[in-house]
């Protein structure tokens, strides 16, 4: 405002006289010399008095402006501040409202509100996932823990019952960590990938032939469909293995003796579409939306009774959209059955 004033005082005292002069000569002037060297005089006192007048009332209105805008915008990084130093200390509920001081603040207040929202939910899903891994411990390790004590004080014997038990329980707790470390690792940066161009039929067959003992031990029967001149997919073989061995595992644990799994290959727009599809207990529209997250069980649907360590369709979900796929859950309610649907897109060309 200084720096602006002064120009504007010596801008001023530098070119009105002159450009004054130069009409007054052109004009001419009856009283000669005297009257125009007195107008010039009379001129620059009115434009200094004039100009001084203004550039007061200038600076005024600028100091005024200058206040309410720099409150405001205290105001607004004050808040700002405050919420980051509720976040750093836990509080990750806090948010900052819109003021509307311009584009530039709400983009702000926006990405600080949605940096806040992933801060929550992560944080949340932690807890869900200690409080779940924590559960899902609870089980073998008491019972573990029980037999041990038996053994110890001489009322359990190594009987072969007894080493199916402990047996059970090791391979339920390995189970588990095997699961964590992939769900882990698939929903990660870190996930390696090694895909190839692979006929879906080839994936449909190499599948439903490992499961296809289980299949026949419960007395359950697995059907294959796959549709002619599929285009091929690049995919990793032992991964894309990993979620259809999954998705025929979670089939079987909830179709029961003399039911039916169909595992179907077909085309889809630009890719294929990889389905398992099950005469089962079926889920309640209630319990789709949850289906893929991490332990995530609901009565029948995904019962502990069945054995499931509740990370498997987590981590199917993970390694299909590393894939560029996606993966939904279709049921029309319980007792209707269950389908699982894996779209990949085309490698290009027909398979």
């Known amino acids: 405002m200084v720096t602006g004033g002064v120009t504007a005082w010596l801008v001023a005292g530098a070119v009105g006289p002159s450009v004054f002069h130069a009409h007054m000569a052109q004009?001419?002037?009856?009283?000669?010399v005297g009257s125009v060297v007195h107008?010039?005089?009379?001129?620059?006192?009115?434009?200094?008095f004039s100009l001084a007048v203004a550039l007061g009332a200038a600076l005024l209105a600028s100091l005024a402006v200058s206040i309410?805008?720099?409150?405001?915008?205290?105001?607004?990084?004050?808040?700002?501040?405050?919420?980051?130093?509720?976040?750093?200390?836990?509080?990750?509920?806090?948010?900052?409202?819109?003021?509307?001081?311009?584009?530039?603040?709400?983009?702000?207040?926006?990405?600080?509100?949605?940096?806040a929202g992933r801060l929550e939910a992560s944080d949340g899903l932690r807890r869900r996932l200690m409080a779940d891994v924590a559960h899902e411990l609870r089980t073998p390790v008491a019972t573990l823990s029980a037999y041990v004590e038996g053994i110890e004080d001489g009322v359990l014997t190594l009987s072969p019952e007894t080493m199916a038990v402990l047996r059970g329980q090791t391979s339920r707790l390995a189970r588990l960590a095997q699961d964590l470390a992939a769900v882990t690792q698939a929903?990660?940066?870190?996930?390696?990938?090694?895909?190839?161009?692979?006929?879906?039929?080839?994936?449909?067959?190499?599948?439903?032939d490992s499961a296809r003992e289980a299949y026949i031990a419960k007395g359950v029967r697995l059907e294959e469909q796959v549709a002619a001149r599929l285009p091929s997919v690049a995919v990793d073989p032992d991964r894309m293995a990993q979620v259809l061995g999954n998705l025929l595992d979670n089939a079987l644990r909830h179709t029961p003796q003399d039911g039916v799994v169909r595992i179907r290959a077909g085309a889809h727009q630009a890719g294929v579409v990889l389905s398992v599809e099950d005469s089962g207990e079926g889920i309640s529209?209630?319990?789709?939306?949850?289906?893929?997250?991490?332990?995530?069980?609901?009565?029948?649907?995904?019962?502990?009774?069945?054995?499931?360590?509740?990370?498997?369709?987590?981590?199917?979900?993970?390694?299909?959209?590393?894939?560029?796929?996606?993966?939904s859950v279709h049921s029309?309610?319980?007792?209707?059955?269950?389908?699982?649907?894996?779209?990949?897109?085309a490698a290009g060309g027909s398979g």
């Open 27 to 32: 004009a001419g002037s009856p009283d000669g």
């Open 39 to 48: 107008a010039e005089e009379a001129f620059r006192s009115a434009s200094v």
């Open 68 to 115: 309410f805008l720099t409150r405001r915008i205290g105001r607004s990084l004050g808040t700002l501040a405050a919420a980051a130093a509720d976040v750093a200390g836990g509080r990750l509920d806090s948010r900052v409202p819109a003021d509307g001081m311009g584009s530039e603040f709400d983009e702000l207040a926006a990405a600080f509100n949605q940096m």
């Open 187 to 208: 929903e990660s940066s870190e996930l390696e990938l090694r895909p190839r161009r692979m006929d879906p039929g080839e994936l449909v067959v190499v599948a439903s």
């Open 285 to 327: 529209a209630d319990h789709l939306p949850h289906v893929f997250e991490r332990f995530y069980r609901a009565d029948t649907a995904r019962d502990r009774v069945h054995g499931g360590s509740g990370i498997g369709l987590a981590i199917t979900k993970a390694l299909v959209e590393a894939h560029g796929g996606s993966v």
């Open 332 to 345: 029309a309610g319980s007792g209707q059955g269950t389908t699982f649907r894996v779209f990949l897109p």
